[in-house]
């Protein structure tokens, strides 16, 4: 099992930029994003159950969207109205039959 994320890069403070996760295989339960600042903890971002409902872990719910494409094996992150402080790697990560599998991490960086 493999999960890709990209769409990282580097963008200006209040710019956008959408994540995506992509699986080598479908059928997840749960899918999740998670960032980890620099000096920081990793911290949740949300998850998405297969139905598509969200339980956002942040306070950044209002800037993040996560949603995912069951056909596609992929989730996403959008992020929008970017602030300095969401710089970081961001990782993904899917979970089924009490497993969980991560993927490698994409770094946004967010600049004045």
């Known amino acids: 099992v493999q999960l890709q994320a990209s769409g990282g890069g580097l963008v200006q403070a209040g710019g956008s930029l959408r994540l995506s996760c992509v699986a080598s295989t479908r059928g997840w339960d749960d899918m999740a994003w998670y960032r980890q600042a620099p000096g920081k903890q990793r911290e949740t971002l949300g998850y998405?159950?297969?139905?598509?409902?969200?339980d956002y872990e942040t306070s950044e719910k209002g800037r993040f969207i996560i949603s995912r494409d069951n056909a596609k094996a992929t989730m996403y992150l959008q992020m929008n109205n970017l602030k300095l402080e969401d710089t970081g790697v961001y990782y993904c990560?899917?979970?089924?039959?009490?497993?969980?599998?991560w993927g490698q991490g994409t770094l946004v960086t967010v600049s004045s």
């Open positions: 998405i159950g297969k139905t598509g409902n969200v």
């Open positions: 990560a899917a979970f089924a039959q009490g497993r969980g599998y």
